[in-house]
């Protein structure tokens, strides 16, 4: 099983085969993404094409022949033609601080235009450093200098398995790209939890849809994204069943924990909400990833959804558990799922 990039339908990003069970980096969640809370900060130039393009969900767009007082429209960011020597950069804060695995430079629709060197670097910082802060920074470099082709995404792998929460992308001389993609874990500052219940299924807590049934029209890494779907398209989508089973998800929660709570939202799931749904528990503090013969058990027995509809279920168990199954009857999606609860103490 593998996951697409969130707010699909996308086509899928040539990525690398999983390794020892572990996700492959492309499939990882994209840290930087706008919708994520990410924001370029600053930029040294976006003469041609605003910096904030750069982290926009979703496939760049092109239309030729269109013409702005800026010159032909382009979906990226994309700097002036240099005329003294230097380079072009961008900042980025990460909307969801961690550790990076992957990242994508993607020049598509650039062709006369396109940088034909780029290097990627990160930093961590605390708080809320402003740009002049951050330009101060100790930054590591996570992508050496690189050539790059026009009209490509260009996957980089990156080593390591230190948290992040700045990246700075550096073009040379001067052009355009498209998108920027900062593929890693979440690593979230868990002080800020202080002692309150949270949702443990949250990305931006730590959490990852690990495994699920069908993907076909949209992620199911949506349905743990911040904030409300705007449509169909931001919440997980399968295709419509024929075989008399049953659509499902698998999420590892952010932390183990007793969960209180569940949202499950069938937001804009107007025609194709599930019938039904069921969640179930795992607890595998013992290490491991639970499949499908793992000992699942009950969280909230088989109940009636409606269609588009925020549920509220109070959970009543108090067993911890570190993975939750999402099984949706027979198929249509989800908008989001909440798990309210508290996490176990430590050990
Ligand atoms: N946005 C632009 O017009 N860019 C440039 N030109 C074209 N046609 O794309 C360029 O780099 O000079």
Not at 277 to 284: F, K, R, T
């Amino acid at each position: 099983m593998t996951l697409r990039p969130p707010h699909g339908p996308v086509r899928d990003p040539a990525g690398t085969p999983a390794r020892n069970g572990s996700a492959d980096p492309a499939r990882l969640p994209d840290l930087a993404l706008r919708s994520y809370g990410g924001s370029v900060l600053a930029a040294s130039d976006e003469s041609f094409a605003e910096r904030q393009a750069l982290i926009r969900p979703g496939r760049p767009a092109f239309q030729p022949g269109t013409f702005g007082p800026r010159g032909q429209v382009y979906d990226g960011w994309e700097t002036r033609r240099r005329r003294d020597p230097g380079h072009d950069w961008a900042i980025v804060r990460l909307g969801m601080p961690g550790v990076i695995r992957g990242v994508v430079v993607d020049t598509a629709w650039f062709t006369g235009n396109y940088p034909p060197h780029a290097w990627v670097e990160a930093c961590e910082m605390a708080g809320h450093p402003s740009v002049a802060e951050l330009t101060a920074a100790a930054w590591t470099e996570i992508v050496p200098k690189s050539p790059l082709t026009g009209d490509s995404e260009h996957f980089f792998a990156v080593p390591g398995g230190r948290r992040y929460t700045h990246v700075r992308l550096n073009i040379h001389p001067d052009g355009g790209v498209a998108r920027l993609r900062v593929h890693g874990e979440v690593v979230p500052d868990r002080a800020l939890w202080a002692d309150m219940p949270v949702d443990l299924a949250a990305l931006e807590n730590g959490a990852l849809v690990t495994a699920c049934s069908d993907e076909f029209y949209s992620s199911p890494l949506n349905v743990i994204a911040p904030g409300l779907p705007r449509h169909q398209a931001e919440g997980w989508e399968t295709a419509r069943r024929r075989d008399g089973g049953h659509d499902w998800l698998v999420v590892r929660l952010a932390a183990p924990g007793v969960i209180r709570l569940a949202e499950l939202d069938t937001a804009n799931l107007v025609y194709n909400a599930p019938g039904a749904a069921a969640l179930h528990g795992a607890d595998a503090r013992g290490g491991g990833t639970p499949g499908e013969d793992a000992e699942w058990f009950d969280l909230l027995s088989r109940t009636a959804l409606q269609p588009d509809t925020r549920h509220r279920f109070r959970l009543t168990g108090e067993r911890v558990v570190t993975h939750v199954r999402l099984a949706i009857h027979p198929d249509g999606g989800m908008g989001r799922l909440r798990l309210y609860g508290t996490p176990a103490p430590p050990g």
